[in-house]
């Protein structure tokens, strides 16, 4: 953890008191002005959020999301839909469902709570399962149907059953799915949505196709049966308070509780960069100033979560040494910039209420376990085609999401121990693929694309399809992201490494 506040002298960051440290990065970013770009981490609270944004508002400076790209894409797909981003399902509409679902690459590793409930329904509420994803994940036990589309290719499969249910071709699985749904009552059925957090395409897809299903379903009111799980505990809340903008033409970079190298950016392509983290990640060490803060357990504030319940926080530990509150950093880094803002999480809540009546309710809360937002439905329902899935060349298909055992910060140091029991440390293979090209389970493999080396060992699983690795988009620093900068679907070669 971070306990000293850095600045950089020459090639060396050295310790510096607070005062000194905000003091220099206000001089670099008055100096960036509309140049630089503010970008915050998905587990920033609601009103660290729009503290940045006014930061960003003063510099004229864009300000955007860690999965940014990846939001935009799943709001769109909403939008186009829906006619707006919010639905208004709520998650306790799982565990009492009849019929459900889900379109997620394994909904247990990214979101297992709701995983739960899915669970909950299927063995106490006797709820019908269907599964639409190409890994085998924990829910295809419980289901009913499981369709499986090639890797990548769930938000087609979605569209698909949403077409075979208004009334076109169906076959197999897909057929199978139909009649459960044709049988259902609207009222008891839910589609749970948890697009992929590390391609911006493949989870629009999934939220396009999943919205299209909910179309098919109920009509004008598809945002009722109808969850879109965010990437990130606070993606929803990020959005409201304003960081939605475009950072890719920024030369200096305000990275708020983020480490651009998970994605597969390279920091050398910045001028100069301000970081505001609790740990030392390559991010960070690239900094020109390091502003040491607390991290998520030491915040208050507010997060938005999946169905738009505004949770409240309260810290549960201190920051160590020197670190501060990050609200409180980026409080002093806004005087320092000569911006006026509220002293308290709870003032920048009511600021943010003032200008989105919705969040007013929120700011009320005095105690309790949070207030549901007030979304209505939309009161549309179009479906619109999802585009059919590109991939470049031939070889394995790469899917690669978020697992549930890898710890965030560590994976951002590169830990070795990111995993303490070193399953998502390795690169899955399917059985059909480990026998085809002689890897056996243990063994030391590479996957390659073009420039692209990934080494690690493998497990052989049949939680893989034939056809397809998967690699968790948190194993070795997030190297797996590199190949997901483009728009299609990246396949590799595959192969186990011959001993020296």
């Not at 980026?330 to 320092?336: F, M, N």
Request: overall charge negative; glycine content about 10%.
């Amino acid at each position: 953890r971070l306990s000293t506040h850095l600045t950089k002298r020459g090639n060396i960051q050295v310790p510096t008191v607070f005062p000194e440290a905000v003091a220099a990065a206000a001089q670099v970013l008055k100096a960036a002005g509309p140049k630089a770009g503010v970008v915050v981490g998905g587990n920033v609270t609601l009103e660290e959020a729009w503290l940045a944004g006014q930061i960003a508002a003063k510099l004229g400076a864009p300000i955007d999301a860690a999965g940014g790209p990846v939001m935009r894409a799943i709001t769109s797909a909403l939008e186009a839909r829906l006619g707006g981003w919010r639905m208004a399902a709520k998650l306790n509409q799982i565990p009492t469902a009849k019929t459900i679902v889900v379109v997620a690459d394994d909904l247990e590793e990214t979101h297992n709570v709701a995983s739960v409930r899915v669970k909950d329904a299927v063995v106490r509420n006797g709820a019908k399962l269907i599964v639409i994803g190409a890994l085998r994940s924990e829910l295809v036990d419980f289901a009913s149907v499981w369709i499986q589309p090639k890797a990548g290719e769930e938000g087609q499969a979605s569209a698909a059953l949403a077409a075979a249910l208004g009334g076109g071709n169906a076959s197999g699985t897909i057929a199978d799915a139909v009649a459960i749904l044709k049988a259902a009552n609207i009222e008891d059925t839910v589609v749970v949505c948890a697009p992929n957090n590390v391609h911006a395409p493949t989870a629009g897809a999934m939220a396009g196709g999943a919205a299209n299903l909910a179309v098919a379903i109920a009509g004008d009111a598809a945002s009722e049966r109808l969850l879109v799980l965010p990437p990130d505990v606070n993606s929803y809340g990020i959005i409201d308070a304003g960081a939605n903008g475009d950072i890719s033409e920024a030369s200096t970079l305000l990275a708020i509780r983020d480490d651009i190298t998970m994605r597969g950016f390279d920091t050398a392509g910045y001028e100069s960069i301000i970081a505001l983290d609790g740990i030392l990640h390559p991010t960070a060490k690239a900094a020109a100033v390091v502003l040491a803060e607390g991290r998520a357990y030491a915040t208050s504030g507010t997060y938005v979560q999946g169905d738009f319940r505004a949770q409240k926080l309260t810290p549960a530990i201190r920051p160590e040494g020197d670190a501060m509150p990050l609200f409180a950093v980026l409080q002093a880094l806004a005087e320092a910039l000569d911006i006026e803002v509220p002293g308290t999480p709870a003032g920048a809540l009511e600021a943010i209420a003032r200008n989105n009546a919705m969040y007013q309710p929120a700011a009320d809360l005095l105690v309790g376990e949070g207030v549901k937002l007030d979304v209505a439905t939309t009161g549309k329902g179009t479906s619109v085609a999802v585009p059919a899935a590109s991939h470049e060349g031939d070889g394995l298909r790469v899917i690669a999401s978020s697992d549930l055992y890898t710890a965030a910060d560590a994976a951002a140091l590169r830990h070795p121990e990111a995993e303490r029991l070193h399953r998502y440390d390795r690169i899955q293979v399917s059985e059909a693929d480990a026998a085809r090209l002689s890897i056996s389970d243990g063994d030391e493999i590479e996957i390659a694309a073009g420039d692209f080396r990934l080494r690690a060992a493998a497990t052989v699983t049949d939680r893989v399809p034939a056809g397809a690795v998967f690699v968790s988009s948190l194993m070795q620093g997030g190297a797996v992201a590199r190949l997901f900068l483009g728009d299609s679907l990246p396949t590799v070669q595959a192969g186990a490494l011959t001993p020296a």
